[in-house]
T-cell receptor
Framework: GAVVSQHPSWVICKSGTSVKIECRSL??????MFWYRQFPKQSLMLMAT?????????EQGVEKDKFLINHASLTLSTLTVTSAHPEDSSFYIC???????????FGPGTRLTVL | LAKTTQPISMDSYEGQEVNITCSHN???????ITWYQQFPSQGPRFIIQ???TKVTNEVASLFIPADRKSSTLSLPRVSLSDTAVYYCLVLNQAGTALIFGKGTTLSVSS
């Protein structure tokens, strides 16, 4: 399978601050990047889809001005949670999709805790 | 996208075979059936994928009947480390986001 990394693996921040999460696909080119979040004891929820060099498409109910996604290269995408609040505390998972059969890969996730 | 339905939870003991069935009644002709495993605080991990009949790898087997309206993930001789959430998903083409259902929480006891 593909190697996907996320940084940081966990982060604790104060309410009102912004947090940037990096996702790297280390051994293949991700033409598309999916970002998910997962609340405790719930399933993964798709937040947004981004194609390299294009603006992201957000799912209904996800604020595009709050969750800024940058997909400037085929191996790196970032998710910035702006002015984070306690309700943004969640597990954020990236999923790069590229031309490597039908398998979709997932990052190890980033645990965000907003105090 | 085809919706999937699977049991919310299952219990098993070490050494037993576990079969998790998933229904996907409105699966389309070009859809593949994919199963993922997720441990707490980790991203989902690919287990197996199939289109029809039977697929087997070093981890599991996937049985798909001719009508493809359901599929069964078979885990042989489970161990405590197989305790996880298992998701059945339908993937219609490469590059399309996977939409997750609630999954099946498998608990393996000694």
């Amino acid at each position: 399978g593909a190697v996907v990394s996320q940084h940081p693996s966990w982060v604790i921040c104060k309410s009102g601050t912004s947090v940037k999460i990096e996702c790297r696909s280390l051994d293949f080119q991700a033409t598309t990047m999916f970002w998910y979040r997962q609340f405790p004891k719930q399933s993964l929820m798709l937040m947004a889809t981004s194609n390299e060099g294009s603006k992201a498409t957000y799912e209904q109910g996800v604020e595009k001005d709050k969750f800024l996604i940058n997909h400037a290269s085929l191996t790196l995408s970032t998710l910035t949670v702006t002015s984070a609040h306690p309700e943004d505390s969640s597990f954020y998972i990236c999923s790069p999709s590229g031309k490597k059969n039908n398998e979709q890969f997932f990052g190890p996730g980033t645990r965000l805790t907003v105090l | 996208l085809a919706k999937t339905t699977q049991p919310i939870s299952m219990d098993s003991y070490e050494g037993q075979e576990v079969n998790i069935t998933c229904s996907h009644n409105n699966i389309a002709t070009n859809d593949y059936i994919t199963w993922y495993q997720q441990f707490p605080s980790q991203g989902p991990r690919f287990i197996i994928q199939g289109y029809k009949t039977k697929v087997t790898n070093e981890v599991a087997s996937l049985f798909i009947p001719a009508d493809r309206k359901s599929s069964t993930l078979s885990l042989p001789r489970v161990s405590l480390s197989d305790t996880a959430v298992y998701y059945c998903l339908v993937l219609n083409q490469a590059g399309t986001a996977l939409i997750f259902g609630k999954g099946t929480t498998l608990s393996v006891s000694s």
